[in-house]
């Protein structure tokens, strides 16, 4: 029943009649794929060719998908790796849906000298395009560090962690830079591989605008487990992109959000401890 699909973020037939009718292609859905976070992430299929659908719920989902087509076209002109946007619209209610193409790839469980490279590359494109002045990453930052985080009661496991990420950054944090666009969520868990090169950045659609050094800092902390060559590389490319005092800000954002949430983490708290406690190591 289409109403058992929607409840559950699956694409039912009436669903992919709509994708089809955009698209032009009779589409199948073969499968779910792995990721996708809080989206149920489904491929298609129609001979050879393949797609990946998603449902996102809310509202903001209408405007925003617009843009994220707009955007993917201006990074993809630019040369940026990111998958061709197929369809974008409504499905009823408040559920909205985003085609893209499918590009082969997996996952890397961490990133070598090569792999490293094409990364970075792709992350200099960032300043190539102008995101419009929504949903700005470098304001929310500042808004994150400048409120109450100072004083919640973080878990005893972490408490001495989020002081350290807080001695980072003055108080009141200032204004960071902006006008490049910030994927907000630059993780190896949005990169495809084939064999050592990058295939694609994944799950561009929620971007902002902001400082391309918040991405930077997020696959920082992604691949730091300590210091090492990469994660040097990763962080001496981080201050380039802005310099040192919108790195230690990024820094403490992401490794007090990645605090906040360690209770429901996956990882269990001693891991996302050992996991902050090697990017703070880097700069303090």
């Given at each position: 029943?289409?109403?058992?699909?929607?409840?559950?973020?699956?694409?039912?037939?009436?669903?992919?009649?709509?994708?089809?009718?955009?698209?032009?292609?009779?589409?199948?859905?073969?499968?779910?794929?792995?990721?996708?976070?809080?989206?149920?992430?489904?491929?298609?299929?129609?001979?050879?060719?393949?797609?990946?659908?998603?449902?996102?719920?809310?509202?903001?989902?209408?405007?925003?998908?617009?843009?994220?087509?707009?955007?993917?076209?201006?990074?993809?002109?630019?040369?940026?790796?990111?998958?061709?946007?197929?369809?974008?619209?409504?499905?009823?209610?408040?559920?909205?849906?985003?085609?893209?193409?499918?590009?082969?790839?997996?996952?890397?469980?961490?990133?070598?000298?090569?792999?490293?490279?094409?990364?970075l590359a792709a992350v200099d494109?960032?300043?190539?395009?102008?995101?419009?002045?929504?949903?700005?990453?470098?304001?929310?930052?500042?808004?994150?560090?400048?409120?109450?985080?100072?004083?919640?009661?973080?878990?005893?496991?972490?408490?001495?962690?989020?002081?350290?990420?807080?001695?980072?950054?003055?108080?009141?944090?200032?204004?960071?830079?902006?006008?490049?666009?910030?994927?907000?969520?630059?993780?190896?868990?949005?990169?495809?591989?084939?064999?050592?090169?990058?295939?694609?950045?994944?799950?561009?659609?929620?971007?902002?605008?902001?400082?391309?050094?918040?991405?930077?800092?997020?696959?920082?902390?992604?691949?730091?487990?300590?210091?090492?060559?990469?994660?040097?590389?990763?962080?001496?490319?981080?201050?380039?992109?802005?310099?040192?005092?919108?790195?230690?800000?990024?820094l403490a954002h992401r490794a007090?959000?990645?605090?906040?949430?360690?209770?429901?983490?996956?990882?269990?708290?001693?891991?996302?401890?050992?996991?902050?406690?090697?990017?703070?190591?880097?700069?303090?």
């Open positions: 029943m289409p109403g058992d699909h929607a409840q559950h973020g699956t694409a039912g037939p009436d669903d992919l009649a709509v994708v089809n009718r955009a698209t032009g292609r009779a589409w199948s859905v073969l499968g779910r794929l792995t990721g996708g976070r809080s989206d149920i992430v489904q491929l298609l299929g129609h001979g050879r060719a393949r797609a990946v659908l998603k449902i996102k719920h809310g509202a903001w989902w209408a405007a925003q998908l617009e843009r994220a087509a707009e955007l993917v076209d201006a990074l993809r002109a630019a040369g940026y790796p990111t998958p061709p946007v197929l369809g974008f619209g409504p499905l009823g209610g408040d559920r909205f849906y985003l085609a893209t193409e499918f590009v082969p790839g997996v996952q890397p469980a961490g990133l070598d000298a090569g792999l490293a490279r094409d990364v494109l960032h300043s190539a395009v102008r995101p419009p002045e929504i949903r700005d990453w470098s304001t929310m930052i500042t808004e994150f560090l400048n409120g109450g985080i100072a004083e919640h009661r973080f878990h005893p496991r972490l408490a001495s962690l989020a002081d350290r990420a807080l001695a980072l950054v003055p108080r009141p944090v200032p204004a960071l830079p902006s006008g490049d666009f910030v994927h907000g969520d630059f993780t190896t868990r949005n990169l495809l591989a084939r064999g050592p090169r990058l295939s694609a950045v994944v799950d561009v659609e929620g971007f902002g605008r902001g400082t391309r050094t918040i991405d930077l800092v997020s696959l920082l902390a992604s691949v730091a487990s300590g210091s090492g060559p990469i994660a040097d590389l990763v962080l001496e490319r981080a201050v380039a992109a802005s310099d040192e005092q919108t790195v230690r800000a990024c007090l959000a990645l605090l906040l949430t360690a209770a429901e983490s996956p990882k269990g708290v001693d891991a996302v401890a050992d996991q902050v406690g090697g990017v703070l190591a880097m700069v303090t």
